[in-house]
């Protein structure tokens, strides 16, 4: 769960989420979004390994670790 500490627009809707919220993520959910998870569906345990290419990202294009 997290505090929303400004106000935060909700894109694509006219919501805004004021400061007295909380908000609480549902990875359950987000994990089945095709627009980050080539076919979420699919059960695929290598799909995170090294050198995984799910993407069609080139191999020599540079990764951002914000971890």
Avoid: C
């Avoid at 549902?26 to 089945?32: E, I, L, N, R």
């Avoid at 998870?37 to 995170?48: A, D, K, L, Q, T």
């Amino acid at each position: 769960m997290r505090k929303v500490k400004t106000p935060m627009p909700v894109e694509g809707t006219p919501y805004t989420i004021p400061t007295s919220h909380v908000l609480l993520a549902a990875p359950g959910v987000t994990s089945k979004s095709p627009e980050h998870f080539p076919n979420p569906s699919s059960w695929e345990p290598h799909r995170w390994d090294a050198g995984a290419n799910t993407k069609g990202e080139d191999e020599d294009e540079e990764k951002i670790d914000y971890g």
